[in-house]
């Protein structure tokens, strides 16, 4: 089991629909998630962090986090075609190595005129 | 706020040379930066955590005599890449944490060096 993981797409939304993003992880101890946005060629921009179990809101971007199920996603509201890009799950977890962010593969967004 | 630059945003080079990446947080110390290498239509991993004054941190399957990482200050860790081959053909992107920053340990991201090793 890889320890985040992510649908790779590519999800295709019309512009001004709702994108859902998902993402699980495979270790309990996970203590904040983020997520960030990559554009090709481009490196990842952070676009939400969560803590705590719940939603957590910033424009047009909510984040949702189920510690219980190890799940947490995105949803992008009024999608734009300019939201068109790779959405990076990360997992911050306390190792021997001190704190890491694991990754998962992405997935492929599209919004559509 | 949280500004990390790279330099030089791309390279290219002939096998057996040696490249130095520059990573730098331009408002904001960190104690603590990483490496991370991106091949094409893959996610990101990581190569290292680069640590201000002491040793880096390798990742499994790391050559740490093949990437060397100095982390002399607390704005400034650098990545050289040793005797590069074609295959360390990649996007080296480094990150870094705000040594002030709060509980989510936000790591903010360089915007990355393509090197190409002919």
């Known amino acids: 089991q890889k320890e985040v993981e992510q649908n790779s797409g590519p999800l295709s939304v019309p512009e001004g629909a709702i994108a859902s993003l998902n993402c699980t992880y495979s270790d309990r101890g996970s203590q904040s998630f983020f997520w960030y946005r990559q554009y090709s060629g481009k490196s990842p921009e952070l676009i939400m962090s969560?803590?705590?179990?719940g939603d957590k809101e910033d424009g047009r971007f909510t984040a949702q986090l189920n510690k219980a199920s190890q799940y947490v996603s995105l949803l992008i509201r009024d999608s734009q075609p300019s939201d068109s890009a790779t959405y990076l799950c990360?997992?911050?977890?306390?190792?021997?190595?001190?704190?890491?962010?694991?990754f998962g593969t992405g997935t492929q967004l599209k919004v559509e005129l | 706020g949280a500004v990390v630059s790279q330099h030089p945003s791309w390279v290219i080079c002939k096998s057996g040379t040696s490249v130095k990446i520059e990573c730098r947080s331009l408002d904001f110390q960190a104690t603590t930066m990483f490496w991370y290498r991106q091949f094409p239509k893959q996610s990101l991993m990581l190569m290292a955590t680069s640590n201000e004054g002491s040793k880096a941190t390798y990742e499994q399957g790391v050559e740490k005599d093949k990437f060397l990482i100095n982390h002399a200050s607390l704005t400034l860790s650098t990545l050289t890449v040793t005797s590069a081959h074609p295959e360390d053909s990649s996007f080296y992107i480094c990150s870094a944490r705000n040594t002030g920053g709060g509980a989510f340990n936000e790591q903010f991201f360089g915007p990355g060096t393509r090197l190409t090793v002919l």
């Open positions: 969560i803590y705590s179990n």
């Open positions: 990360a997992v911050n977890r306390i190792t021997g190595g001190g704190n890491k962010l694991t």
